[in-house]
């Protein structure tokens, strides 16, 4: 049997991964090596970048300053959660808002000295996201539309580190050998861009009580939901765009067939989207989009299998 002081420790440490949103953190980790091994650097051992040391600190830094984001967030939400997810909020709650600062400063902190370790631009990259993380919690959240497009923009960021570290150790003369994938990059970016955005409007869908008890002038409460779903329709179809230039335009392999699958999804999505009324409807919505998300970032790997053993043509060291 455990003491008391025991049980209520693991309460804690349960709670503060409940506002970390720990069971995220390993797919972001993946998505990032994913990314690298099969879009960015195709042509290096899948080995050679899963023990590559900067790499290593780029992911971990990304890793630690959404986490971080994530308790700032949760910081100025506390109210507003109270209504919307009142049993996370309970569980949220076993954790002080003295505590929740000095483990989101003590993770900025460690954030700072890694970025740092692998290079200035990295570090200055890093403190830029730090701080519009916590400007979109603080203030910019509150803004309708550019509260969602910034959510939005946020969760890509730490896929442009990784591009921006890749990127800045290209010898110049070769700069022209890379534009193919960082047109891909890019398209994949805008597709995962287009979904987190449906995702934020339909989470405003589903908050859409707390919002107005607190004053969160989001799309539905401002302009109603009917205005909401015509701007979320079309966003959906919109992603239709990237997902045509993916699969028509540059060579994604086997992933093409996540992409038509997408599509097929996302057209009886917005059927059912008009069909929903109440926080239930919108929550199997919002689960549909992290389930097509989450999807995404493991069927990177159908781009080309064969890099998991043995790289392309080497045309760049990192």
């Not at 949103?21 to 091994?37: C, D, E, T």
């Not at 989207?273 to 926080?279: A, T």
């Amino acid at each position: 049997m455990l003491s008391r002081p025991n049980k209520l420790l693991i309460m804690k440490i349960a709670s503060l991964f409940s506002v970390v949103r720990g069971y995220n953190i390993p797919v972001i980790i993946i998505a990032q090596y994913l990314s690298a091994i099969f879009i960015l650097a195709p042509e290096k051992r899948a080995l050679d970048l899963l023990f590559h040391l900067n790499l290593f600190l780029l992911v971990f830094a990304s890793s630690l300053t959404i986490a971080s984001g994530y308790i700032i967030n949760n910081f100025y939400d506390s109210q507003k959660d109270l209504i919307n997810r009142p049993t996370k909020s309970m569980l949220d709650r076993l954790v002080s808002q003295k505590t929740k600062l000095q483990v989101y400063f003590t993770l900025n902190f460690i954030v700072a000295l890694m970025a740092l370790f692998v290079s200035w631009r990295v570090f200055l990259f890093f403190s830029g996201y730090i701080f519009f993380i916590w400007l979109y919690s603080h203030k910019l959240k509150k803004q309708t539309v550019i509260g969602n497009l910034t959510a939005a923009v946020l969760a890509v960021m730490p896929f442009f580190a990784i591009l921006l570290y890749f990127y800045t150790r290209i010898p110049f003369e070769d700069i022209e050998n890379y534009k193919q994938q960082l047109g891909v990059i890019f398209a994949h970016a805008s597709f995962l861009f287009l979904l987190l955005l449906v995702r934020e409007m339909i989470k405003d869908l589903e908050n859409l009580q707390g919002d107005l008890a607190n004053d969160y002038p989001t799309i539905p409460v401002v302009y109603g939901e009917k205005a909401a779903k015509k701007v979320i329709s079309f966003l959906t179809f919109l992603s239709i765009l990237p997902v045509y230039i993916l699969i028509d335009v540059y060579d994604v392999g086997y992933m093409a067939i996540y992409f038509y699958s997408s599509c097929i999804v996302l057209i009886f999505f917005v059927l059912y989207l008009w069909k929903s009324s109440v926080k239930k409807d919108y929550l199997a919505l919002h689960n549909v989009l992290k389930f097509l998300i989450v999807a995404g970032v493991f069927c990177i790997v159908l781009i080309n299998p064969a890099v998991l053993w043995h790289g392309k043509k080497l045309l760049m060291t990192i």
